[in-house]
Each structure stands twice: as structure tokens, then as C-alpha cells.
């Protein structure tokens, strides 16, 4: 039987629920939402509400929109021959934050893992083909993660995407900026030495 009130507990458990958020941390962040003046709870609990309200899906790349299409989507600005397909929304805002990148986005929800159930019907692609069709892509970039399981998602939709002619490229991996040879692990080297590109 724990020795917190049951609102406390419920609050701390509900915290614990997030990612990266242990007990003690969701226990510490309850304790600072109490500590807190009540207008802050109350807050907090409409900004969730208003969340849980007004953010969905955008109809057609899947980012996070108050209305039907986000506002990448509505930009008349962004390339649309270029369509860059990343695993989450993080992603995409890691990809914005560079500002090195101005075409439009598939956003997946998820990467191709079987052990853990995940295949390809879990994943946002049903309108991919249709977007690629109608909207005059002639890039897909892949900007799946480096890891196992970004790799597998990256070759099923080379492999899927192969039959629309549409160019696929994959994102470089190797050598960061700043970093010496000496630490890198053996893959990423031996990645940075298949992708190496023309000099000067």
C-alpha cells in the first residue's frame, strides 16, 4: 500500500508512462506540480485538453496539424518534387531545424520492427504511391534512422517504391563534424567509406 494520497500516486504513475520518465522523475515532477501555485495545474490540465482537442494528423504527410493539412503542407514555398519520408515527428523538426532542407515530408509514425509487431500495416504509408503520383515527386529522400531497424525500413521502401520510377536517395551516414577518426566505431567508418563523394 503506497504512502502517498491516491491522486498524488495516479498523477506520478501517469508521468511515469512517458518515455525516458522513471518513478522517482515522474514522482519528483508531481511533487513540483503540487508545489506549484493552482493556476498552474489548472494550466496545465486545459493546455492537455486543448491538445487532446485540436492537434491531429495532417491529411496528407502526417505531421502534427491544427487543421486538415499542416502548415509545411500549405506552403507554396516548399519544392514538392521533393519528398523526404522520416520515422517521427522529431525528425521532421531535427530535418527543419538545419534549414538546409525546404521540400515537403512523409512522416511513417514508426519503423519496420517484426519482433516487436511492427510492420508495414502499422506504418502511415497508404497514401505514399498516391502523393508521389499526383503531386510530381522526383526525389524521395529516406531518412530512416541508422539503426536496424531504420535500415530494414529504408530497403522495403527502396524496394516498394522501385515500380514508380521515382529517384531514391538515402541520407549520408559517417563521420560527424568535429569527430576523429580514431573513436568511430567499425560500421561508421565503413559507411563513411562507401558513401564517399567527389572532392572539391
Excluded at 496545465?44 to 496528407?60: D, G, I, T, Y
Excluded at 531535427?94 to 508495414?120: C, D, F, M
Aim: hydrophobic share 40%; proline share 6%; aromatic share 4%.
Amino acid at each position: 500500500m503506497t504512502a502517498l494520497p491516491p491522486a498524488l500516486d495516479k498523477v506520478a504513475t501517469l508521468l511515469s508512462r512517458l518515455p525516458g520518465v522513471g518513478k522517482r522523475s515522474a514522482l519528483r515532477w508531481a511533487f513540483h506540480i503540487l508545489g506549484e501555485p493552482p493556476s498552474y495545474a489548472r494550466e496545465l490540465q486545459q493546455a492537455l485538453a486543448e491538445l487532446m482537442q485540436h492537434v491531429r494528423f495532417c491529411s496528407e504527410c502526417h505531421h502534427l496539424a491544427e487543421d486538415e493539412r499542416c502548415p509545411i503542407c500549405r506552403d507554396p514555398a516548399r519544392d514538392p518534387t521533393l519528398l523526404c519520408i522520416v520515422e517521427g515527428v522529431p525528425d521532421l523538426l531535427a530535418l527543419e531545424r538545419t534549414g538546409s532542407y525546404r521540400g515537403r515530408y512523409h512522416v511513417l509514425h514508426g519503423a519496420l520492427a517484426p519482433l516487436k509487431g511492427i510492420g508495414p500495416a502499422q506504418l502511415r504509408l497508404g497514401n505514399l504511391e498516391e502523393r508521389i503520383a499526383n503531386q510530381g515527386v522526383s526525389e524521395v529522400i529516406l531518412a530512416t534512422s541508422a539503426d536496424v531497424e531504420g535500415e530494414a525500413t529504408a530497403l522495403y521502401l527502396a524496394k516498394r517504391l522501385a515500380p514508380t520510377g521515382v529517384n531514391v536517395t538515402r541520407i549520408a551516414t559517417g563521420i560527424p563534424m568535429g569527430g576523429e577518426l580514431e573513436y568511430l566505431d567499425d560500421h561508421t567508418l565503413s559507411r563513411a567509406i562507401a558513401g564517399r563523394i567527389r572532392f572539391g
